[in-house]
């Protein structure tokens, strides 16, 4: 039977735990291939590990490391037990919609707690009248202990955004009671998530991590680290970054620690502990195929020696960079923890909030232009490249790594979603996209009928768990989607083309036709968008690359409905941007349209499009992709200019006018972004 409330549960969708090598356009590896019998060879291994602090030991000698395992938290039962039985009574009086079960120790924690008041067969009862969720393994194996089967569970990553997801449609959460068993730090990122699809939020705080009594052993192991006597160095939860963070904070070793650990090889359990080293300017070298102890000892071991010789022979330059992390973070010294990407400039500048310099990222910056690109579809189709979501991260991961630049946009086509339409879509190497059988008339709409793109499509939604795993929290990453009337022109015309002649004819003479289309194509790019958010997109970008081949009249009538309702149906958890081309004239429409940041190409002075706009809106450009022909001081006095007319407002996304042409020299791609990073330091 259903639970009640909340509609049909859903088991989650299981991200896949896969290690990502992050050397360039080198193979994913499965996590065994990554395996070594020379372990550590006599390497020394700092690790922060408490509750497992002897086992971790004992692990990392039985791989042939010298194990200096420091304690960096200890954990505080709550002095009273408020939360938690207050918990109990609403939890028997029905008034709970949904239970979030976070942590294994925590769930324990908490039934013991309770059940010395009511009966166990009472409490876990009215559970079942919930719709539940356990996060991992651990909470699943606790609830299972005491006799409960939780209806959904989540798997690795299992970290909050998984979570969010586990609780998508057609789960309904408007007006429902959601009570979250919380561990260690509230956990902000998922209560916001909750409660901005509706959900009121009761948090049960069960247990709280605190530093260590004795910090002698931490502030050791801290030195160790700073004076470079450590070679790999394991954090095992975010809270202990932070911990150790602000250790070495009040010691004030801070940077020498940092020093320290770029040194070092840094091995992270999993996405949220990544990220919040990265937060604190570190960058990390292995996460392990799987978020656990075991796994990252193992894999830590057989990749270290590799790892430290490539390390110390002269990192190499990315967006890894602990010096260029440091200076991207928004608040010096703030507690990161999985609320690191939600301050990463990118996402600050689509809410328009203040940033610590104008973030950049290139239209077509995965493209022929790039060797690493050529190399690949070389040995691949370019559909062939879309649908193998290995190597679409790949190259999605690589080029965003190359250029150093503040997000990814997955590796796909906005031409997708005519793959099940069956139109005969077709890239042959060099030409454009042509499209075999057009669209051209009420009986050819017939043909193409309703369409599943999000289901046709999830290889997408697969590239994009990949990419976001292996980016590990470090950038953004964009998911895209190609709007109505773009689209519909590939369709009508069969390809690209100059005058839209076929496709302004349907709409001027099969008005009806037309709406028809609009809509079918709306509706798909909808899904196929939010199917992209619950993969973990953190944002998305709706590309109406032709559309100022139409004047404002029509753009109203023919095209503004039709993207507006595909805006409006977006899970708005995610900001979207509105891209066009041409569009000087249709600025206030499509705004009207909708997007939190509308994208300029070069036909339009930046200033002004956004005193046009008006600043309630940010904006995204506006290079002339041709600028990167020229010489790097051009380059540079040409993203002065903008960069000025963009006058340090909150809200300004540095991009090109439309994407990298495929002559464009990567050195000079690479010195925009530098440039564009360095003039627009604040
Ligand atoms: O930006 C990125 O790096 C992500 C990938 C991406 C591609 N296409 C890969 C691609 C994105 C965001 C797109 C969007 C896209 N595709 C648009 C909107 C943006 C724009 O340029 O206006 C449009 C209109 C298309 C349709 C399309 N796909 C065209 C016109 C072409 C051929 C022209 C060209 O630049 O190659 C494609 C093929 C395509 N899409 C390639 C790539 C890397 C080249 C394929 C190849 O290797 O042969």
Redesign the pocket.
Known sequence: MPPRGLGRPRRAKIARGRFFCRAPMTPQVESDACGSAAGFGGLSVVAFESRMAAETAAMIRRHGGVATVAPSMREVALEDHHAAFDFARRLLAGQFDAVVFLTGVGTRELFRIIATRHPRADLLEALGRAVTLARGPKAVKALRDLGFEPAIAIAEPNTWREVLAGLAPPLTLAGKRVAVQEYGVSNRELIAGLQARGAEVVSVPVYRWALPADRGPLRAAIGQIAARSADVVLFTSSSQVVNVMQTAEADGLGGELRRGLAAAAVCSIGPVCSAALRAHGVAVDLEPSHPRLGHLVREAAAGAAALLARKRAGAPRGAGDAARVEAALPHPGAVAGAGALRDHPMMLACRREPTPYTPIWL??????YMPEYRRV?EQHG?LEMCRRPEIAAEVTVT?AERLGVDAA?I?????LPLIPMEVGLR?D?GA??TIERPVRSASDLERIGPLDAAGALSFVGDAIRMARRALAGRIPLIG?A?APF?LASYLIEGG?SRQYQATKTMMYTEPETWHRLMETLARATADYLNMQIAAGADLVQL?D?WVGSLGPDDYRRFVLPHTAAVISALNRTVPVIHFGTVTGSLLELMREAGGDVIGLDWRVDLAQAWARLGYGVGVQGNLDPIALFAGLPEIRRRARAILDQAAGRPGHIFNLG??IL?ETPVDHVRALVDAVHEMSRR
Not at 363 to 368: F, N, S
Not at 411 to 415: C, G, K
């Open positions: 239209m077509r910056q995965a493209g022929r579809r370019f080029a946009i590796f796909a086509d906005i031409l890239y190497q454009g996209p895209f190609g773009t690209g590309f690359s439309h994407g495929p």
